[in-house]
């Protein structure tokens, strides 16, 4: 079976961004398949700013890192999911959805779109995983 992908997967998996670690993170989540063996870390660190029409402060994902095992979807929707998310307050990042992620590639083969849902469910336990540690 041959699957085609994209070009922007393509150039996202010769050219990933936002790959690596944040050393410190704020929050951090590890997702996997055991099914294909794909494996998502994602790395958040949260800022905080005031909202210019009310002036209330709000978090926001000032830095998002990952470093991802698997196939070149993987690699590709984890990489976008960093470009959508940075710069997102926390509560647009946790509505970020798979969907999301598959039009931002201009979709993917059929038998990839699991990859997208790891994406978003690494970006949520991330967050979770900030929210519990900030408490």
């Known amino acids: 079976m041959t699957l085609t992908y994209t070009k922007k997967v393509l150039d996202l998996l010769r050219n990933p961004k936002n ?3 944040i050393i410190k993170p704020d929050g951090v989540a590890v997702v ?12 958040l660190r949260i800022g905080r700013r005031r909202r210019a029409i009310d002036g209330k402060e709000e978090e926001y994902v000032k830095n998002i ?6 196939c070149p ?13 940075k710069g997102k307050t926390l509560t647009r ?13 201009d979709g993917l083969p059929r038998t990839k779109l699991h990859c997208s849902v790891l994406a978003a469910e690494a970006l949520k ?9 900030e408490k």
Not at 93 to 105: D, G, H, M, T
Request: hydrophobic share 40%; charged share 20%.
């Open 19 to 21: 790959m690596g670690q």
């Open 32 to 43: 996997g398949n055991r099914v294909c063996g794909d494996v998502m870390k994602l790395y």
């Open 65 to 70: 890192k990952f470093q991802t095992l698997g």
């Open 73 to 85: 979807a993987a690699i590709a929707t984890s990489s976008i999911l960093t470009e959508i998310a």
């Open 93 to 105: 990042a946790l509505k970020i959805s798979n969907r999301e992620i598959v039009e931002e590639l």
């Open 125 to 133: 336990k991330a967050i979770r995983n900030y929210q519990g540690n």
